[in-house]
């Protein structure tokens, strides 16, 4: 579980707050991605980056706002969320190396809770 | 829209039995993937399958995938409580990188 790491686990935060999310992979991977899981629902990809750059946005809500600085580093920040965004988000990374099988590796997650 | 259907949804069953999770995906891929998730945790990948007729297997789970049919099964052989967890599948049709689409999951309960 130490190959990608998300900070906080768990958050609770007011429809009027900002704050981030954060992802770390330490696998040398060139993807990074951005899922939120709600109760009873299928995994929702919400952003890919390859190599630092976006390249999905799988219309994701303007209050969500990825950020990936490099390679390792994924952020997601939270404006005006609603109660409904309340869920698990989960990061992953995948090689994008042709030379490896593209299987995406998932952190712990960050619980949100919007009140 | 690619569209990945998992069944059953819920699968409660005694240790030692055998069953089947059926994994229907609406597009043509040769590529799936089947996670497991354990309540709070995240999610960790079991197998992954490439090609049509491809077969793995990990203790008491056997991954299968028939590309032509769309299908892919996840056998559990004579259960035992630590299988307890939701199973996803997932399928990436991306034909550079990875973009996966997941079934709803199937959560599975062994009773003793």
């Known amino acids: 579980e130490t190959g990608v790491t998300q900070t906080p686990r768990h958050l609770v935060m007011g429809m009027t707050n900002k704050k981030s999310l954060k992802c770390e992979q330490h696998?040398?991977?060139?993807?990074m991605y951005w899922y939120k899981q709600s109760a009873k629902k299928p995994l929702e990809l919400m952003f890919v980056y390859n190599f630092k750059e976006q390249t999905e946005n799988n219309s994701v809500p303007s209050r969500f706002s990825p950020e990936c600085p490099n390679s390792s580093h994924l952020f997601l920040h939270l404006h005006t969320l609603q109660p409904e965004d309340s869920a698990l988000y989960l990061c992953a990374s995948s090689p994008r190396d042709r030379g490896l099988v593209e299987t995406q590796y998932f952190g712990p997650g960050t619980r949100l809770l919007v009140l | 829209e690619l569209k990945v259907e998992q069944n059953p949804l819920f699968l409660s069953m005694q240790e030692g039995k055998n069953y089947t999770i059926y994994c229907n995906y609406s597009t043509t891929s040769d590529r799936l993937y089947w996670y497991r998730q354990d309540p709070g945790k995240s999610l960790e990948s079991l197998f992954v399958?490439?090609?049509?007729?491809a077969v793995k297997q990990e203790g008491r789970l056997m991954a299968s995938l028939d590309t032509k049919a769309r299908l892919s099964t996840l056998h559990i052989t004579a259960a035992v409580h630590d299988l307890s967890a939701t199973y996803f599948c997932a399928v990436d049709i991306e034909t550079s990188g990875s973009r996966l689409t997941f079934g709803e999951g199937t959560q599975l309960t062994v009773n003793p």
């Open positions: 399958l490439l090609s049509n007729g």
């Open positions: 696998l040398g991977h060139n993807a």
